[in-house]
C-alpha cells in the first residue's frame, strides 16, 4: 500500500483569523483582478440561473406530489404489483428522480466553469 | 445482545486507527486528507448524515403516524440537492470549515461569528439528544435493561470512542461505516420481506385498522401512560390475574406489562391513531386536519435544513477543490436514495407484526424488534443483533461528529482555548447531553431530528444562500436575521414543546415552523441589508467564491486553493 502524503485542512479564513487575533491586525480585504471578477460575474450569473431551475423542479415534486396525493385519493385505490400508487409515489418515485436532477445540474454547473474557448473554436 | 455493538466499535477504532496513523502529526481533529475520491467523500457524508433517525426513527414514525412519516427521508435526501445547486461548491472555495468560520470570511464579522457558534450548539444539542435517545431505547429493548442505562452505556461508549482520539478524523471511516450501515439495513430487510410469508405480506400492502388485539399480547409500557378504554376488556395487569376491565380512563405505570386477551379491543392512546387506519395508510402527514401544510412545513424545514448542518458542512471541507465538492453532493444524493428504499419495509411490516408499539411508545425501536417476532430461532436472533449494530453504528457516527463540532464551536468560536481544553470539551458536551437525554425518553426521535433541521433551516439556510450569491447581505442584515429565524425556529418549538399547543393549524404552526419562519428569516435579512450599505469589498468577496479553481494565470485564488500536494 503507497502511503499518500496527508496534510493538514486549516481553514485559510480560520488561520487568518487567528493570526489577526494574535497580532490585531485584522485581515486583507479580498480582492479580486478585473479580469478574474469579470469572469466571476459571468459565472455567478449563469449559475444562479441554472440553480434556480433545478431548484423550481425540486419544488414542483416536492411541493406538487403532496397536493397531487391530497387531491387524488383516488390513488390509493389503484395498485402497481399490489402496492398502492400513492405509497409508491412517497416512498420510491423521488429517488430516482432527485438523482437525475442531482446528475442534471452537476452536469450543467461543471459545463459552465469550463475554461473560456476563443471565438469561433468549436469541441 | 450488546455484545453485538463490540465489533462495531472494534471495526471503527481499528479502521480510524489506520486511517489516523498517517495524519498523527496534525494537532487538530480537524484534519483530512485532500486525495479522497468524490464517491468516497460522499459515502463518508452519508455514512454521518444517516443516523438513528433514519436507521430507526423514519420506521418508527411510520408505525406510529402513518405511511405519510415516508417524506421525512424524501426531504433528507432532497437536502443535497439544494445543497449541491446553491452551497457546496461556492462554500468549499470560500475555506471555511463551518458558518462561523464562513460568516467571518464572507462578512468579516467577529459577532456573527459568535452568534452563528450559538446557533452551531442549538442545532447540534437538538440533533444530539435523540440520537441518545433512540440508543437507550434499542439497548433497553435487546438487553431488556432500563432506559436510564441504555443512555449512559451510550454515553459511555461515545467518551471512550472520543478519548481514544477521535476516530471520526479519517475520511475511510465514515465512508465504511456508510457500507456498514447499508449492508445491516438492507440484508435483514431482504430477509425479513422473505422470512414473514405471503399473508403478512399482504396484510402489510392492505392495512387493516388495528382495533382488535388477534392473540393474546403483552404490551410493556415503558413510561406512564393514560389508556382509553371504550369496550369491556379483559387484561392481566402488571402480573396480576386477568380482570374484565370496564371502559373508562386507567393509568398504566412505567415500566408494567399489560397481557392483552384475544380478541380484546385495543384501547386508545392520547389522540394518536391505532396502525392500519383509513387515515394511517394516507401517504401525506396529517397530524391535524391540514395535510399539504404539514407536509410542506417538514419537507422545508429537511430540504433547507440539510446545509445548516455543522458535522455535514465540515466534512465538504475534505474534497480537494469547489468541484469535488459539487460531485460529492450529487453522488451524495444517489447514495442516500438508496438507503431510504428501506425504511419503508420496516416501516409496513411493524404496523402489520407489531402494532401494540403504538400504545407503549416504543415505535422507535420497531427495526431491532421485528426479526425476533418474525423467526424466534437463532437466525432471528442473529438479524436483531445485526440491525443492533446498525443502529449503533449509526448513532456512534452522528453522535461523534456533533460532539467534535459542538467541542469545536466551544474551544474555538465562544470560549477560545488550547488543544488540551478542545480534547475534554467533547466529553463534558456527551456528558451533558446525556442528562438531557435523560429526560428526553418521551420524545420521538425523527421529530426532534427535524427541529433540528427547522432551526438550521431559519437560521443558517439564510445566511449561506444570501451570503453565497447576493453582494449586498450586511453583517448588521445577516445578525437581525439570524436572530429572529432562531426565535420563530428554536424559541417556537421550545415553547410548543413545554407548553404544548392546541391541536389542529396551531400545532403545525409552533411544532413545525419552518413553513413560516424561513421566509421571515430570509425576508428580515434582505431588508435589513438594503437599509445599510455593505463594504467596498463586498463584491469582490462573493464574486470570488463563483471562481472556479482549474483556470490558468490567476494569483487571487492562492489563499483559496492551497497547491495539492503530491
Same mark, same amino acid.
Given at each position: 500500500?503507497? /502511503? *499518500?502524503? %496527508?496534510? !493538514?485542512? @486549516?481553514?485559510?479564513?480560520?488561520?487568518? +483569523? =487567528?493570526?489577526?487575533?494574535?497580532?490585531?491586525?485584522?485581515?486583507?480585504?479580498?480582492?479580486?483582478a478585473?479580469?478574474?471578477?469579470?469572469?466571476?460575474?459571468?459565472?455567478?450569473? /449563469? *449559475?444562479? %440561473?441554472? !440553480?434556480? @431551475?433545478?431548484?423550481?423542479?425540486?419544488? +414542483? =415534486?416536492?411541493?406538487?406530489?403532496?397536493?397531487?396525493?391530497?387531491?387524488?385519493?383516488?390513488?390509493?385505490?389503484?395498485?402497481?404489483g399490489?402496492?398502492?400508487?400513492?405509497?409508491?409515489?412517497?416512498a420510491?418515485?423521488?429517488?430516482?428522480?432527485?438523482?437525475?436532477?442531482?446528475?442534471?445540474?452537476?452536469?450543467?454547473?461543471?459545463?459552465?466553469?469550463?475554461?473560456?474557448?476563443?471565438?469561433?473554436?468549436?469541441e | 445482545?450488546?455484545?453485538?455493538?463490540?465489533?462495531?466499535?472494534?471495526?471503527?477504532?481499528?479502521?480510524?486507527?489506520?486511517?489516523?496513523?498517517?495524519?498523527?502529526?496534525?494537532?487538530?481533529?480537524?484534519?483530512?486528507?485532500?486525495?479522497?475520491?468524490?464517491?468516497?467523500?460522499?459515502?463518508?457524508?452519508?455514512?454521518?448524515?444517516?443516523?438513528?433517525?433514519?436507521?430507526?426513527?423514519?420506521?418508527?414514525?411510520?408505525?406510529?403516524?402513518?405511511?405519510?412519516?415516508?417524506?421525512?427521508?424524501?426531504?433528507?435526501?432532497?437536502?443535497?440537492?439544494?445543497?449541491?445547486?446553491?452551497?457546496?461548491?461556492?462554500?468549499?472555495?470560500?475555506?471555511?470549515?463551518?458558518?462561523?468560520?464562513?460568516?467571518?470570511?464572507?462578512?468579516?464579522?467577529?459577532?456573527?461569528?459568535?452568534?452563528?457558534?450559538?446557533?452551531?450548539?442549538?442545532?447540534?444539542?437538538?440533533?444530539?439528544?435523540?440520537?441518545f435517545?433512540?440508543?437507550g431505547?434499542?439497548?433497553?429493548?435487546?438487553?431488556?435493561?432500563?432506559?436510564w442505562?441504555?443512555?449512559?452505556?451510550?454515553?459511555?461508549?461515545?467518551?471512550?470512542?472520543?478519548?481514544?482520539?477521535?476516530?471520526?478524523?479519517?475520511?475511510?471511516?465514515?465512508?465504511?461505516?456508510?457500507?456498514l450501515?447499508?449492508?445491516?439495513?438492507?440484508?435483514?430487510?431482504?430477509?425479513?420481506?422473505?422470512?414473514?410469508?405471503?399473508?403478512?405480506?399482504?396484510d402489510?400492502?392492505?392495512?387493516?385498522?388495528?382495533?382488535?388485539?388477534?392473540?393474546?399480547?403483552?404490551?410493556?409500557?415503558?413510561?406512564?401512560?393514560?389508556?382509553?378504554?371504550?369496550?369491556?376488556?379483559?387484561?392481566?395487569?402488571?402480573?396480576?390475574?386477568?380482570?374484565?376491565?370496564?371502559?373508562?380512563?386507567?393509568?398504566?405505570?412505567g415500566?408494567?406489562?399489560?397481557?392483552?386477551?384475544?380478541?380484546?379491543?385495543?384501547?386508545?392512546?392520547?389522540?394518536?391513531?391505532?396502525?392500519?387506519?383509513?387515515?394511517?395508510?394516507?401517504?401525506?402527514?396529517?397530524?391535524?386536519?391540514?395535510?399539504?401544510?404539514?407536509?410542506?412545513?417538514?419537507?422545508?424545514?429537511?430540504?433547507?435544513?440539510?446545509?445548516?448542518?455543522?458535522?455535514?458542512?465540515?466534512?465538504?471541507?475534505?474534497?480537494?477543490?469547489?468541484?469535488?465538492?459539487?460531485?460529492?453532493?450529487?453522488?451524495?444524493?444517489?447514495?442516500?436514495?438508496?438507503?431510504?428504499?428501506?425504511?419503508?419495509?420496516?416501516?409496513?411490516?411493524?404496523?402489520?407484526?407489531?402494532?401494540?408499539?403504538?400504545?407503549?411508545?416504543?415505535?422507535?425501536?420497531?427495526?431491532?424488534?421485528?426479526?425476533?417476532?418474525?423467526?424466534?430461532?437463532?437466525?432471528?436472533?442473529?438479524?436483531?443483533?445485526?440491525?443492533?449494530?446498525?443502529?449503533?453504528?449509526?448513532f456512534?457516527?452522528?453522535?461523534?461528529?456533533?460532539?467534535?463540532?459542538?467541542?469545536?464551536?466551544?474551544?474555538?468560536?465562544?470560549?477560545?482555548?488550547?488543544?488540551?481544553?478542545?480534547?475534554?470539551?467533547?466529553?463534558?458536551?456527551?456528558?451533558?447531553?446525556?442528562?438531557?437525554?435523560?429526560?428526553?425518553?418521551?420524545?420521538?426521535?425523527?421529530?426532534?431530528v427535524?427541529?433540528a433541521?427547522?432551526?438550521?433551516?431559519?437560521?443558517?439556510?439564510?445566511?449561506?444562500?444570501?451570503?453565497?450569491?447576493?453582494?449586498?447581505?450586511?453583517?448588521?442584515?445577516?445578525?437581525v436575521?439570524?436572530?429572529v429565524?432562531?426565535?420563530?425556529?428554536?424559541?417556537?418549538?421550545?415553547?410548543?414543546?413545554?407548553?404544548?399547543?392546541?391541536?389542529?393549524?396551531?400545532?403545525?404552526?409552533l411544532?413545525?415552523?419552518?413553513?413560516?419562519?424561513?421566509?421571515?428569516?430570509?425576508?428580515?435579512?434582505?431588508?435589513v441589508?438594503?437599509?445599510?450599505?455593505?463594504?467596498?469589498?463586498?463584491?469582490?468577496?462573493m464574486?470570488?467564491l463563483?471562481?472556479?479553481?482549474?483556470?490558468?494565470?490567476?494569483?487571487?485564488?492562492?489563499?483559496f486553493?492551497?497547491?495539492?500536494?503530491?
Amino acid at each position: 500500500m503507497t /502511503r *499518500q502524503r %496527508r496534510i !493538514a485542512v @486549516t481553514s485559510p479564513q480560520t488561520r487568518l +483569523a =487567528l493570526a489577526g487575533r494574535r497580532t490585531g491586525v485584522p485581515a486583507v480585504p479580498p480582492h479580486l483582478a478585473p479580469a478574474d471578477a469579470e469572469r466571476a460575474r459571468r459565472i455567478h450569473r /449563469r *449559475q444562479l %440561473r441554472h !440553480a434556480l @431551475t433545478v431548484l423550481g423542479l425540486l419544488a +414542483a =415534486l416536492l411541493l406538487g406530489l403532496p397536493l397531487l396525493l391530497v387531491a387524488a385519493p383516488g390513488l390509493d385505490e389503484v395498485r402497481l404489483g399490489g402496492i398502492p400508487v400513492s405509497w409508491l409515489a412517497v416512498a420510491v418515485l423521488p429517488y430516482p428522480v432527485l438523482a437525475l436532477l442531482a446528475r442534471w445540474q452537476l452536469r450543467r454547473a461543471e459545463r459552465t466553469e469550463r475554461p473560456d474557448r476563443p471565438p469561433g473554436v468549436r469541441e | 445482545m450488546i455484545l453485538a455493538i463490540v465489533p462495531v466499535l472494534l471495526i471503527t477504532l481499528l479502521i480510524g486507527a489506520r486511517g489516523v496513523a498517517a495524519m498523527r502529526t496534525t494537532s487538530d481533529f480537524l484534519v483530512a486528507s485532500r486525495r479522497i475520491s468524490p464517491t468516497v467523500n460522499a459515502a463518508a457524508v452519508s455514512g454521518e448524515y444517516l443516523s438513528a433517525a433514519s436507521f430507526l426513527g423514519v420506521a418508527g414514525l411510520v408505525v406510529k403516524d402513518g405511511v405519510g412519516s415516508l417524506w421525512y427521508p424524501v426531504g433528507f435526501a432532497a437536502g443535497y440537492i439544494v445543497m449541491l445547486a446553491l452551497v457546496a461548491a461556492p462554500l468549499r472555495r470560500t475555506g471555511a470549515l463551518t458558518v462561523p468560520d464562513f460568516a467571518e470570511a464572507r462578512l468579516g464579522s467577529r459577532r456573527l461569528r459568535r452568534l452563528s457558534a450559538v446557533v452551531v450548539l442549538v442545532i447540534a444539542f437538538l440533533y444530539l439528544v435523540p440520537q441518545f435517545t433512540a440508543a437507550g431505547q434499542v439497548l433497553a429493548v435487546v438487553s431488556g435493561s432500563p432506559y436510564w442505562v441504555g443512555v449512559v452505556i451510550a454515553g459511555a461508549a461515545v467518551s471512550i470512542t472520543l478519548s481514544l482520539g477521535g476516530m471520526r478524523a479519517a475520511t475511510y471511516v465514515q465512508a465504511f461505516q456508510f457500507a456498514l450501515k447499508l449492508v445491516l439495513f438492507i440484508v435483514p430487510a431482504i430477509w425479513l420481506v422473505l422470512q414473514v410469508g405471503p399473508v403478512v405480506r399482504a396484510d402489510a400492502l392492505e392495512p387493516v385498522e388495528f382495533t382488535r388485539f388477534p392473540v393474546a399480547t403483552p404490551v410493556e409500557f415503558r413510561l406512564d401512560t393514560e389508556l382509553t378504554i371504550t369496550a369491556p376488556t379483559h387484561a392481566a395487569i402488571a402480573g396480576h390475574p386477568q380482570q374484565l376491565l370496564t371502559p373508562g380512563r386507567y393509568a398504566a405505570e412505567g415500566g408494567t406489562t399489560w397481557v392483552f386477551d384475544a380478541g380484546a379491543p385495543v384501547p386508545q392512546v392520547g389522540t394518536g391513531r391505532p396502525p392500519g387506519g383509513e387515515e394511517w395508510a394516507r401517504p401525506v402527514l396529517d397530524p391535524g386536519g391540514y395535510p399539504v401544510l404539514a407536509t410542506w412545513s417538514m419537507l422545508v424545514a429537511t430540504v433547507l435544513g440539510t446545509m445548516g448542518l455543522p458535522h455535514i458542512l465540515v466534512r465538504f471541507h475534505t474534497s480537494a477543490d469547489g468541484r469535488g465538492a459539487r460531485r460529492t453532493a450529487a453522488i451524495t444524493v444517489g447514495l442516500l436514495g438508496v438507503f431510504y428504499l428501506f425504511p419503508a419495509i420496516y416501516g409496513l411490516l411493524g404496523a402489520v407484526l407489531l402494532p401494540e408499539l403504538y400504545l407503549s411508545g416504543g415505535t422507535d425501536t420497531v427495526v431491532v424488534a421485528l426479526p425476533a417476532t418474525v423467526d424466534q430461532s437463532w437466525v432471528g436472533t442473529m438479524f436483531t443483533a445485526l440491525l443492533t449494530a446498525g443502529a449503533f453504528a449509526a448513532f456512534l457516527a452522528t453522535s461523534l461528529g456533533l460532539l467534535l463540532v459542538v467541542s469545536g464551536a466551544l474551544a474555538h468560536d465562544l470560549v477560545p482555548g488550547t488543544l488540551r481544553r478542545l480534547r475534554f470539551t467533547p466529553i463534558a458536551a456527551a456528558l451533558v447531553v446525556v442528562l438531557l437525554a435523560l429526560r428526553a425518553e418521551r420524545i420521538d426521535v425523527g421529530v426532534l431530528v427535524t427541529s433540528a433541521f427547522a432551526v438550521a433551516a431559519s437560521t443558517f439556510c439564510p445566511l449561506l444562500v444570501l451570503g453565497i450569491w447576493w453582494p449586498r447581505l450586511t453583517a448588521r442584515g445577516a445578525i437581525v436575521g439570524m436572530v429572529v429565524g432562531l426565535i420563530s425556529s428554536a424559541g417556537v418549538i421550545g415553547v410548543d414543546l413545554i407548553l404544548g399547543a392546541p391541536p389542529g393549524l396551531p400545532a403545525i404552526v409552533l411544532g413545525q415552523p419552518a413553513l413560516w419562519s424561513v421566509p421571515l428569516a430570509f425576508a428580515t435579512m434582505v431588508l435589513v441589508s438594503l437599509r445599510g450599505t455593505p463594504p467596498a469589498w463586498a463584491a469582490a468577496a462573493m464574486l470570488r467564491l463563483h471562481l472556479d479553481e482549474n483556470r490558468s494565470g490567476s494569483a487571487a485564488t492562492d489563499d483559496f486553493c492551497p497547491p495539492r500536494s503530491s
